[in-house]
């Protein structure tokens, strides 16, 4: 089978030839630090927002070498507004096209430090950015690259994250108290910019899509049941029903303990749920076994602690334990618990990849 094939069978509830591999997502600098050690004439590293469209040309050249190299079944294309638009602040912060300011750590993460809504009639003035096919210019090159090989990913921001980027985590909670009018106002302003935003990625031909929306850390979801279901979980869900008409699979991102909500997740309609940290609670069997019959699975290799600073063997053991919980019947596509950053060591990450080779490989009982 194909990557694709691979990823497509895992999304319909279906066993495969073997358990997919995929990435989620990954930073620059571990995109330099891997290859560097399994391929030649690798640059040194480079921020994108310094780098100009030739180097991240490049670079995008090397993340596809990275996946054939390594047996990669999916591929993930980011919105080009988080990689355009981008005006530098100083020598860490700059402001990205929708006007949030980012700053950037030693380790190259860019976190938000500030967020342009102050005030309602902030809110009420915003205009998303622009659409425009620049938005799917890395799927497009994608698609080019791989053909029908691999599986073609697209990541979207959705309701909650895009609000709290733009308005700030704790204004957002207390205009979900205070002033609910707002909150929808811009939860309606993103929503119609990811509909837009489906249809390109529909025609430039992805196969899925993932609403990236973190609602939760360790210990819950970080509004209650209810806020989500009043505030969110409707406008992704707009979003979710128009990529289903497309013809595309849609899975729903979110770090954390999603236990409180995800029988909402469930009821919504994804393919797909990622990315099953298991240190926030999200083991492996107790979801398979509670819904891994309705809904695939991603994920679960830990990325906090063992890919970071674990040994090996650890790894390659976490993978063999993953499989073995999650992969009889299909559903279940390996991966980490969120992305391949910084702090994950490249000779861990290769080891992730050759355990779920080793391991993967169907029938399981």
Request: charged content about 25%; some cysteine.
């Amino acid at each position: 089978m194909t990557g694709r094939e691979r990823i497509l069978a895992a999304l319909n509830l279906r066993q495969p030839d073997r358990v997919p591999v995929w990435i989620h997502g990954i930073n620059e600098k571990s995109i330099i630090a891997i290859a560097s050690g399994i391929m030649p004439g690798v640059p040194p590293y480079k921020a994108v927002d310094e780098m100009n469209q030739q180097e991240m040309g490049q670079l995008l050249h090397i993340l596809f070498q990275l996946h054939e190299i390594l047996g990669i079944d999916g591929f993930t294309s980011l919105d080009g507004s988080q990689l355009t638009g981008i005006t530098k602040i100083d020598a860490h912060r700059f402001r990205d096209a929708w006007g949030t300011t980012l700053e950037r750590s030693p380790n190259g993460i860019a976190v938000v430090v500030d967020a342009p809504l102050k005030s309602e009639q902030d809110i009420q003035n915003y205009h998303c950015p622009a659409l425009s096919a620049q938005e799917v210019f890395m799927l497009k090159l994608a698609k080019d690259h791989f053909g029908d090989r691999l599986a073609q990913f697209f990541l979207m921001r959705g309701t909650f994250v895009r609000s709290y980027r733009l308005r700030g985590m704790e204004n957002l909670f207390i205009d979900m108290i205070a002033d609910p009018e707002s909150v929808h106002l811009l939860a309606r302003k993103i929503t119609d910019y990811n509909l837009g935003l489906c249809d390109l990625v529909a025609a430039a031909g992805a196969d899925v899509l993932i609403i990236e929306d973190d609602i939760a850390d360790k210990n819950g979801t970080l509004i209650s049941p209810k806020h989500f279901r009043e505030f969110i979980a409707p406008y992704n869900k707009e979003i979710l029903d128009r990529a289903h008409r497309q013809g595309l699979k849609v899975i729903r991102h979110s770090d954390g303990n999603l236990w409180p909500i995800l029988d909402m997740l469930i009821e919504m309609g994804y393919d797909g749920l990622n990315p099953l940290e298991p240190q926030a609670g999200m083991d492996l069997k107790k979801v398979k076994e509670y819904c891994g019959a309705k809904i695939c699975l991603l994920g679960n290799i830990d990325c906090g602690e063992l890919l970071c600073t674990g040994t090996q063997e650890a790894v390659e053991e976490a993978v063999r334990k993953a499989i073995a919980a999650a992969a009889a019947g299909g559903g279940y596509v390996l991966c980490s618990s969120n992305s391949i950053h910084p702090g994950v060591k490249p000779e861990n990450f290769l080891a992730m990849v050759r355990a779920a080779h080793k391991f993967g490989v169907y029938p399981k009982s």
